[in-house]
């Protein structure tokens, strides 16, 4: 059984910053993507960032370029996600998940395994 783990979730006001860690534990043999999500009241899930195993490379949704920063360690099965210059439409859920896939790191099916997230409220 895989367990995934989201923490560092809280409220900061709009131009802050936060860094969310993920940690993933039990059996996540094959694991080579590990991806951010994210989904606000009324809204869908939405693809934040993600990073793969294996040459560490990442994708970023569009909101997320240059102001947020996902890494990953591959050994510790644990990822990070530094948020800069927060804006009150970031307040969200954020999730963790995981994958065995390489392709597709944007769809939320493409990974096997989620958190339960943790709130991040940004205030104006």
């Known amino acids: 059984q895989v367990r995934v783990v989201e923490s560092g979730g809280e409220s900061v006001q709009a131009g802050g910053s936060l860094r969310l860690s993920c940690a993933a534990s039990?059996?996540?043999?094959?694991?080579?993507?590990m991806g951010w999500f994210r989904q606000a009241p009324g809204k869908e899930r939405e693809f934040v960032a993600a990073?793969?195993?294996?040459?560490?490379?990442?994708a970023y949704a569009e909101f997320a370029e240059g102001r947020f920063t996902i890494s990953n360690d591959n050994a510790k099965k644990t990822s990070d996600l530094q948020m800069n210059s927060l804006k009150p439409e970031d307040t969200a859920v954020y999730y963790c998940?995981?994958?065995?896939?390489?392709?597709?790191?944007?769809?939320?099916?493409?990974?096997?395994?989620w958190g339960r997230g943790t709130q991040v409220t940004v205030s104006s």
């Open positions: 998940a995981l994958t065995g896939s390489l392709l597709r790191l944007r769809l939320p099916e493409t990974y096997n395994y």
């Open positions: 039990g059996r996540v043999f094959s694991i080579y993507g």
């Open positions: 990073v793969t195993s294996r040459g560490g490379r990442t």
